[in-house]
């Protein structure tokens, strides 16, 4: 609790001007899984968000889930439950925190943790199948950023 | 029928076709031979929650169904032809082919459905491809064959089809117990930059579309399989090898002992389905 509150603070202060981004391994989840505070202290993109969401490269999301607002691109999964309306009933923390790595909130979900750098088996080079060399996490915390601001977008319609 | 029409009417109301598990279509090869593509799951499987298990044939559209029914449709059947010639051909030192030893592709029924299998003298476990390349170094005197590699699979296709109908029957105890708990291992370890088991997709999840993809329960019963994007005989290994690549990890190679052991493992969670290799696949 303690820790949140130092980093929402810390964020607060980002957006005066020290904008710093938080590394993958310093992201300090709530007992729930929730990140209150901004990865970067910047605001998100819902613009840019919609489209890591699509992007089989990037997000992916739509591999797992069926998002009515992205009615116009194809194949929506059904791994996990729809979003429509997710914006609605879960706060921005909640869902900064699910992004990031949605284990914190659902223990042993299939969902891949988006913003995570260590603790793999057996990681690899991309799509490639060979050994990784180095360990970025799959978006980076703007992307994350932004995929949370398209999330707050989807209220029930 | 009538609850078929119904979905179907729902089905196409929903936009993308959320098709939802299995269909209840049957298998009957040539108008002859019927397959038995769903049964009870083996007791081995109490643990897992699946009480049936379903081929992969299930989970097709039915198109693709289709090119299974019928051995002049089924794509799979030429390189079964393929492997005909191959068996007849003399190779290596000592001028033998299969045949020689073996007469007829029709000595081979029954052994896609027990293998992967313990090999006594040589205490050790192994797939048809292992015992094939067995015979081409010691008995034949030639090169053994590259793991899933075009020749090897279209003789692994003919011998699969010596035994289609038959019910998958490989052993788990004795002196493979000890791979097919590391096979179960590999099966349940979650592996990647995406953190997803064999299990994650194919006992969680199937019957549930993964974007374009309809997930199912990863049977091995139809291997090898004709998959028409690669207009090619595929085989076990090639294709674990692909879903580990998947989930964004280093994957292991056709043919290691990893993949031996999670071949054991998979085969087994088929035990009861038909052999149905050559199968069709999208």
Not at chain 2, 207 to 230: C, E, M, V, W
Request: aromatic share 8%; hydrophobic share 40%.
């Amino acid at each position: 609790m303690r820790l949140t509150s130092l980093t929402a603070a810390i964020a607060l202060m980002a957006g005066a001007g020290f904008a710093e981004t938080v590394a993958p391994s310093a992201v300090q989840f709530s007992e729930y899984g929730e990140l209150e505070a901004s990865l970067t202290g910047q605001p998100g993109d819902a613009a840019r968000g919609r489209d890591i969401m699509i992007s089989r490269g990037k997000g992916n999301c739509l591999a797992c889930h069926e998002i009515s607002a992205l009615k116009d691109a194809p194949f929506h999964g059904e791994v996990g439950p729809t979003l429509d309306g997710i914006g609605g009933y879960r706060s921005e923390a909640e869902l900064r925190g699910i992004v990031a790595n949605a284990k914190m909130t659902f223990e042993g979900t299939v969902m891949p943790a988006f913003y995570k750098t260590s603790g793999f088996t057996r990681p690899g080079d991309g799509y490639t199948g060979k050994a990784a060399k180095e360990i970025a996490p799959i978006l980076s915390a703007q992307e994350i950023e932004d995929v949370v601001a398209f999330l707050l977008t989807l209220q029930e319609s | 029928m009538k609850f078929k029409a119904l979905t179907a009417i729902a089905a196409l109301l929903a936009a993308p076709a959320f098709a939802g598990g299995a269909d209840d279509d049957t298998l009957v090869l040539n108008g002859e031979i019927e397959m038995t593509t769903k049964v009870a799951a083996p007791a081995h499987m109490a643990e897992t929650g699946i009480d049936e298990i379903i081929s992969g044939w299930h989970f097709r559209s039915d198109e693709t169904q289709q090119l299974q029914t019928d051995d002049f449709e089924n794509q799979g059947m030429i390189f079964v032809d393929q492997g005909l010639e191959t068996w007849q051909t003399v190779d290596g030192s000592e001028g033998k082919s299969c045949a020689s030893c073996h007469e007829g592709p029709e000595s081979m029924e029954g052994v896609a459905a027990s293998y992967p299998k313990w090999n006594e003298e040589a205490g050790e476990l192994r797939t048809v491809q292992m015992q094939v390349n067995d015979c081409r170094e010691n008995r034949m005197g030639a090169k053994p064959w590259k793991y899933d590699a075009g020749v090897a699979i279209n003789v692994e296709a003919l011998i699969a089809s010596q035994s289609r109908g038959m019910p998958v029957n490989v052993a788990i105890d004795g002196p493979v117990a000890a791979a097919w708990e590391a096979g179960k291992e590999l099966y349940y370890t979650r592996t990647g930059i995406l953190e997803l088991s064999c299990a994650s997709c194919h006992e969680e999840n199937y019957g549930n579309y993964i974007r374009a993809d309809h997930l199912s329960q990863g049977q091995i019963n139809g291997f090898p399989t004709y998959r028409l994007k690669n207009a090619k005989l595929n085989g076990v290994h090639s294709r674990f090898k692909g879903c580990v690549r998947d989930t964004r990890a280093e994957t292991y190679s056709p043919g290691s002992e990893e993949f031996i052991a999670l071949e054991l493992y998979v085969k087994s969670r088929a035990n009861g389905l038909s052999v149905e290799g050559p199968s069709v696949r999208n």
